[in-house]
């Protein structure tokens, strides 16, 4: 099946399968393995890219389903020695051991800072109609889509609070 | 020549301290983070060449019986399917860890409920994974079969070598001022790496490369050159990446050794991947474990006797069993002492390491245990265990290396504020939680492994590392670079580490939390042969050198690298064995735990407020990726309190929870408040380096500090985790 999308800024035609995921249509199709398989099921969060600027687990979606669709993914963030905000944040707070989860935990915060930033409440949030304040309660709520086995949560946490730091100025 | 050395006796040196580069353990970021970070670490399925095939692995829905015919024919005729494989090769479960040799082998046999029998192989992976779930399996049903641990038709085995006893434990109950005897459970847990188990295997001629996921590459060519039945110098593993194994991909596993069989037969490099459910079901899981305890105390809290009985299980021909009691013999004081394991023969999914074997759950129950003496016998938990710090190994008779519990215990009581506690449980409620804390310590046996490693000081002045070894998370690189950074005076983007190649000298391997101190201690060696090499270049003595910052400083010479070198390498190459240490000291890790939580007196549920941790693991490598190892710990902990269970069936064993959405994991707001303080160490009966392992330390005993809470907060004394909500609301007082 033929589909037209945009990945990391650059136009791309995909000839694939009509059963091929989003996740497997980046990872197989267009060789960007950054974007990891952890469960194929959207119960992890390792598949996390953005899709129009929204955060969706890629492993739940079909890839002929993303027409016309703006797609970032882990390589559109940064290079390895051009990091992001928050890929350099995980970087020194050591959000990540084994790294496996680690892309899709740096695409989920980067949508998730633009949640907050655009007021959306959480389960967490006092108050429906104010701009949540960016705590780590709300931060670990906004968050726990995304599983770490190696458990680098606390310090996730403290990266997510340093790069939405720099954000703001 | 390679400086060898043969651990038999005490290292008093401590040459890392004498060192000028001063970045050993220092919290410096992880070398391959970038990567890691910006999406490029490349694990591996992200090896995929092209024109691989896919294959896709299917399983058998039988507790036990057997495979009699899979139609092939049906699933070959779909549009891009390339083979079907029911070789008699497949592996049944995985290798336990360090076997070096193939684990059970064979489709015709059906073990356990979602043993894997078969690979469909197509050109794409939907294609592969239509064909699975298309292929018709006969299968035959003993209707026998035991899949629980507790079927008295359950065959048991009691080791005699995992019985001990010393004294007259019945006696010293007896005589007891105070006594415990109770029986605690836990069930079976699931490992859950992220990364599932995969494999691209690609043969060139006879000789196989694999791109694999796993632990301790040495032994996992071994094990897949026995199970294909040729020779492992044909073999070759790489894993530069791994994420995350905790003990899950110790030993070369189901999907291997199928990619190796199809793209063998195919002629293709073939990609064959686990699913999370496969993974589940396919890969070790920890035993369930039931503990009898027993306690024997004196009016003053000291301890008299210590009994711990384990029960677990396995399937037949495993030689694995969980090691619940490891720590028990050296923990604490007490004359009395009975040990002793028995195993019970299941058909369900195999049992092998899951993160801290043994201690993990053995310690739980025996410090949840200590938590009852200390509230029968009216002394504080904390007290009653420094009043049973013993001396020396109370059961070998040999002294403790190096054995920090006491201050660990003290640190930790004093930082996170142990006086607050109320010692009358259910007295402290905020709005509706109830709120208490708990504590427990915390000890893992320390190992060293033999272990191999080279360092080439390149003309250029930059130390390259080899070896096998892997990072799973570890923080390998760091530690790796940071010592040879140290030994060879170098900054930290002078050092580059490669690892995960059976090509290169083989390590140690990654588990039992002997990495970092095995495969140091050989590059420590590699650098030490390089500092010889230079001193002869330089007509200098060993302790007039120092080097630092990629010069050479001797007497009033201070001269770079690439002058002494002209263009030529240095080859360093370091082997250490363990050796009489091993007998002569008991070794072993100590720290202890603090945990506040709430209960909520409505639902019975249980968050955690906040956790501290102080360790001790002799010297600490790296401040950022120990702590890290250590909050991965505890947050294992964490799960096993409140929240991890693998589920199985009564009827045929399978495991009912076999996903992330029902096997439930810590996620981020299971996880605040975390703390860690490692305390300061040197522990010259480990290895040149005194440094000890910290990988599972996190884990051992954590679980009780959280349970030990609950009780605190509520009365409610949990003995069969996780204590999830339901156990513990049956306990709380009626709503008024």
Known sequence: ?????????????????????LLDALRVHLELTGTKK????????????LVNGRRINSCLSLACMHEGDEIVTIEGLGEPDRLSDLQQAFLSHDGFQCGFCTPGQICSATAMLSEIEAGWPSHVSDDLDRTPELSSTEISERMSGNICRCSAYPNIVEAIKEAADRRRG | MALHLKMDERDDCDRLDAMAQKIIGTPIDRPEGALKVAGRARYALDMLPAGACHGVLVRATVAKGKLSSVDKDAVMALPGVRAVIADERLLRNPAQGMAGEAPVQGVSDVAYFGQLVALVVADSFEQARHGAQRLKLTLSSDPDVVVRPDDPAADLESPDDQKSEMGDLGRAMVDAAFSIDETYTTPPHASAAMEPHASIAEWSGEKLTLHGSYQMLPFNRSELADALGIDEGNVRILAPYVGGGFGSKLGISQEAVAAAIAAKELGVPVAVAMSRQQVFEGI??????????????????????????????????????????????????????????????????CAGSVRAPGEAVGLTALEIAMDELA?????????????????????????????????????????????????????????????????????????????????????????????????????TYAVLSQIAGEMLGLPIDHVDVHLGDTDLPRGSGSGGSFGAASNGTAVFLACEDIRNQLCEKLGCDPESLTLKDGHAISGNQRLPFSEILQGTDLVGEGHVEPGKTEEAVRQATFGSYFAEVGVNAVTGETRLRRMLGVFSAGRILN??????????????????????????????????????????LPVNADVSGLEVVLLDERDGWANPLHAKGIGELGICGAAASIVNAIHNATGVRV?????????????????S
């Open chain 2, 719 to 735: 003995r069969d985790l996780p204590a999830t909500l339901d156990k513990v609301l049956e306990g709380l007082p009626p709503l």
């Open chain 2, 375 to 475: 509230e029968i016998s009216g002394i504080d938990p904390l007290e009653l265990r420094l009043r049973n710090i013993p001396d020396k190994d109370p059961t070998e008779g040999i002294p403790f290396s190096s054995n920090k519990l006491s201050e660990a215990l003290k640190v930790g009581a004093e930082k996170f504020g142990w006086s607050e506690r109320s010692g009358t449980p259910g007295t402290r409620r905020e709005g509706e939680w109830l709120v208490g804390m708990g504590m427990a310590s915390a000890a893992r046996v320390n190992m060293l492994i033999e272990s191999k490693a080279r360092v080439t000081l390149t003309g250029d002045g930059v130390a390259r590392i080899e070896s096998d070894m892997t990072d799973i998370g570890t923080g």
């Open chain 1, 38 to 49: 952890g469960c194929d099921h959207g119960q992890c969060g390792a598949c996390t890219v």
């Open chain 2, 284 to 349: 070790m899981r920890r035993s369930e474990t039931r503990q009898r305890i027993r306690l024997a105390a004196g009016e003053d809290g000291v301890l008299t006797g210590i009994g711990h009985e384990a029960w677990v299980s396995n399937l037949p021909d495993e030689t694995f069993a969980e090691p619940v009691t490891q720590a028990t013999p050296f923990l604490y004081q007490g004359a009395h002492r009975l040990i002793g394991q028995h195993i019970a023969r299941v058909h369900r999914t």
């Open chain 1, 1 to 21: 099946m033929k589909t037209e999308l945009t990945v990391n800024g650059r136009r791309e035609r995909l000839d694939a399968d009509a059963r091929t995921t």
């Open chain 2, 623 to 664: 401040e950022k990726t120990a702590r890290s190892q250590c909050l991965g710990g505890m947050t294992f902990g964490i799960g096993m309190a409140l929240l991890e269970e693998l589920i199985h069936d009564d009827r045929d064993g399978h495991i009912v929870n076999r996903d992330l959405a029902e096997y439930h």
